[in-house]
């Protein structure tokens, strides 16, 4: 297998959540201009000690925070996607509204990584955007184009098949890579693999 190594982003996508309890969504929307993603995750770890040794160790995820750095959100359908994710609304004229009492609208997060031999792809299920930061400054020799900046959480969610995570990552070459973009995929089943060697797909809650 060819050496790989990961360059740049792609491919953002925003998928609006339409009900949080049955994990359903619209259709992923490209958000074209995208300069930057960057993804913290939060995950604790906990040891518990006795008798001089470590008894119990565990380690909990509990989503993360991030920032998606845009230049453009000039076109009329990602600005009107763009404002329901922070808590803002466009009028009849398509003019942003920077509403005070607007709740932002729950999204998947989807994007592309791009590589050497093979590129990968993410969905993060569960966001929420706060308002954007945005830094305009007078122009000099050097062009610097204004940037907008969305920060916002994942948290994670718990799938029908019982599984609990807070989303997926797919790669060239699966069934699945060339689709990515077409849905936000909710029917993840991880596959188990026993000390003998074969391997089985876990459903059910609690399996």
């Known amino acids: 297998m060819a050496r790989n190594g990961y360059f740049g982003v792609k491919n953002t996508h925003i998928a609006l959540c339409t009900d949080t309890e049955k994990l359903t969504y619209d259709v992923p929307t490209h958000i074209p201009g995208t300069v930057e993603v ?30 998606l750095s845009v230049y453009d959100i000039e076109n009329p359908t990602t600005r009107a996607l763009v404002s329901k994710i922070i808590g803002y609304q466009v009028d009849a004229g398509g003019r942003m509204l920077l509403s005070a009492e607007e709740d932002p609208v729950p999204f998947a997060f989807m994007c592309e990584q791009p590589g050497s031999a093979y590129g ?37 969610v718990t799938l029908s098949s019982g599984w609990r995570g807070t989303g997926y990552n797919d790669y060239f070459g699966t069934k699945t890579y060339d689709d990515f973009f077409e849905k936000v995929d909710t029917a993840l089943v991880p596959v188990t693999t026993t000390a003998s060697g074969t391997t089985s797909t876990t459903t059910g809650v609690g399996a």
């Open 38 to 67: 960057k993804l913290d995750p939060s995950v604790e770890s906990a040891d518990s000690y006795a008798d001089n040794e470590t008894w119990l160790s565990s380690q909990k995820d509990n989503g993360g925070s991030g920032t």
């Open 120 to 156: 990968k792809r993410k969905c993060l299920y569960m966001c929420k955007a706060k308002k954007p930061s945005t830094d305009a400054k007078t122009q000099e020799d050097k062009p610097d184009i204004t940037q907008i900046d969305i920060e916002f959480e994942w948290k994670p």
